[in-house]
C-alpha cells in the first residue's frame, strides 16, 4: 500500500496475518520429482497400492493463554461508573449536556485530529509546518482518535513540543508498536507502544497539559467502551490536573486504549466504581465509533439546529481519501484489509460532511487538510521510517504553504480519465 497505512488496515489486518507469514516447512511443486532431479530414484507406486503409513505421533498442540475472569457489573452499574478520584475525567461522548460543560468558557479555533495509524505522520508534519510559519493558532479545543490521540497532547501543549511529535512519527518502527505473539485477546501484543507512550507522556508535560487546562484549554481523547457499546471522551487536562502517578498512569493508559485496534491489539481495561463495587471497563480504539471527532452524534447530524460555540473548525485527516486499484489476493486478511480500508474512507468522507454541515450551520470556518492523492511513496511494511518521513515532509511543506487547508469538504473521485484517442486511427470526421 502507499498512502494507506491506517490503523485498522496496515496495521490490524496485516497483524491478522501474522501466523499466514510463517514460510511453509516445504515447498510444493507442480512438477514430479524426477522431473525436478533427473538423478532422483524412481517414484513410489501410488497410495492406494502401498501399505497403509504409519500414523506420525501426536504434537502438542499450545495451550490458549488463559485470562482470569472479569468482574460482572449491570447497567446500571455503568451508568454511573467513575474513575476514583475523578469524577470530571470523562463523559460519553453521545452526552450533549456533558459536552457543552466541558468546554472552554470562551470560544476559539477547535482542530480535530484523526485516525490513521503510521499515516498520522501527515499530521504531524503539518502541525509542525504551520509552527514554521507562524500561522498555527493557539486551538481553544483539540480532539483526538487513534494515532490523532498519540499526537493530540503534542499539540496541545504547543510548538515548543514539535521535535517530540516530529520524531514520534519519523524515528518509529513497527518494533516500536507491537509484538508478534497472541496475548489471549489479540494477534499481537502491543507492550512496546505501552513503554513508548510511557516514554513520551513525561511528568513534565502532563504538567504543560494542566496549566493549558487551567487556562480555558480543552484536550479530549476518544476511546470506544466495548462492554457499553458507546464511545467515551476523555477530558485529558481535567486528568492532568489532578497531578500524581494516579493521573499520569491513566492519562497514558487512555492513550494506549484510543490506539487498540480490536483483535489487532489487546484492549484496555480501565478501573471504576460504581455503586459500591469496583470493575473494570474494557476500552479500544476511538476509531470503532467514528474517524475523528468534533461533538456527539446528535450535535452533528444533519437536522440539528446547533451551534457550535468555536471561532473556527480545523480537521486533519490522516489518510488519503482516493481509492487505490489493487488486486486482492484470495486470503481471509487481505480480503479483510480491502474491505476495511474501504468501509473506512467511506465512514470518513460522511464524517467531513457533517463537519462542514455542523461549521456552516454554526458560521464559522471549516478547513481541511488530508493527504493528497498525488504522494505515492512506496511503504515496505507497518511503520516504515522512510514512509513516514516522507509523508511528515510533505505535510510539514502542506504546513508552511500559503494553503495549508481547504475550505470545503475534498471533491469525490470521478471515474479515471481515459487516454485520448486519435481520430484518424478511430475514423472519426
Do not use: C
Not at 538423478?39 to 498442540?61: D, E, M
Not at 501484543?189 to 487556562?215: C, V
Not at 460522511?350 to 478547513?367: C, E, Q, V
Amino acid at each position: 500500500m502507499t498512502n494507506m497505512a491506517r490503523w485498522y488496515v496496515y496495521t490490524a489486518a496485516a497483524l491478522l496475518a501474522a501466523p499466514l507469514l510463517l514460510p511453509p516447512t516445504a515447498p510444493i511443486s507442480a512438477q514430479p520429482a524426477a522431473a525436478q532431479n533427473p538423478g532422483a530414484p524412481a517414484p513410489k507406486a501410488p497410495a492406494h497400492k502401498r501399505a497403509p503409513a504409519k500414523a506420525p505421533a501426536a504434537q502438542p498442540q499450545p495451550q490458549a493463554k488463559q485470562l482470569p475472569p472479569r468482574i460482572p457489573f449491570t447497567a446500571a452499574d455503568e451508568v454511573a461508573a467513575a474513575i476514583p478520584g475523578m469524577p470530571d475525567a470523562r463523559f460519553w461522548a453521545d452526552s450533549v449536556s456533558d459536552f457543552a460543560a466541558a468546554l472552554p468558557p470562551e470560544p476559539g479555533p477547535w482542530l480535530a485530529l484523526s485516525s490513521g495509524g503510521a499515516d498520522g505522520a501527515f499530521g504531524a508534519g503539518l502541525l509542525n509546518g504551520l509552527s514554521e510559519s507562524g500561522h498555527r493558532p493557539d486551538y481553544a479545543v483539540v480532539t483526538g482518535v487513534s494515532t490523532g490521540a498519540l499526537m493530540a497532547p503534542f499539540v496541545f501543549a504547543g510548538p515548543r513540543y514539535d521535535n517530540a511529535l516530529r520524531a514520534a512519527y519519523t524515528k518509529i518502527t513497527a518494533a516500536d508498536v507491537f509484538e508478534i505473539g497472541s496475548t489471549g485477546e489479540s494477534f499481537v501484543d502491543s507492550w512496546p507502544l505501552k513503554d513508548l507512550i510511557a516514554k513520551q507522556i513525561t511528568p513534565g508535560l502532563l504538567a504543560d497539559i494542566a496549566a493549558a487546562h487551567k487556562s480555558g484549554r480543552r484536550l479530549f481523547i476518544v476511546t470506544t467502551d466495548l462492554d457499553a457499546e458507546r464511545s467515551v471522551v476523555w477530558n485529558m487536562g481535567a486528568i492532568a490536573v489532578h497531578g500524581g502517578d494516579a493521573a499520569l498512569n491513566l492519562f497514558r493508559s487512555v492513550l494506549l486504549a484510543s490506539s487498540a485496534i480490536p483483535g489487532g491489539f489487546p484492549p484496555v481495561l480501565i478501573d471504576v466504581e460504581a455503586n459500591g463495587k469496583q470493575f473494570q471497563e474494557m476500552h479500544v480504539d476511538g476509531g470503532v465509533g467514528g474517524q475523528f471527532f468534533v461533538g456527539p452524534p446528535a450535535v452533528m447530524a444533519a437536522t440539528s439546529d446547533y451551534r457550535l460555540p468555536a471561532t473556527a473548525l480545523y480537521v486533519v485527516i490522516n489518510t488519503g481519501l482516493q481509492p487505490e486499484l489493487q488486486i486482492v489476493t484470495r486470503s481471509t486478511p487481505s480480503i479483510l484489509t480491502s474491505t476495511v480500508g474501504a468501509a473506512v474512507k467511506v465512514d470518513t468522507r460522511l464524517m467531513i460532511d457533517r463537519a462542514y454541515l455542523a461549521a456552516k450551520r454554526s458560521g464559522i470556518d471549516f478547513n481541511i487538510a488530508s493527504i493528497p492523492a498525488s504522494f505515492n511513496v512506496p511503504s515496505r511494511g507497518a511503520f516504515d521510517p522512510d514512509y513516514m518521513t516522507a509523508l511528515f515532509q510533505l505535510g510539514e511543506t502542506t504546513g508552511k504553504s500559503a494553503t495549508p487547508f481547504g475550505n470545503a469538504p475534498p471533491p469525490y473521485p470521478g471515474p479515471p480519465a481515459l487516454p485520448m484517442q486519435d481520430p484518424q486511427k478511430t475514423g472519426a470526421n
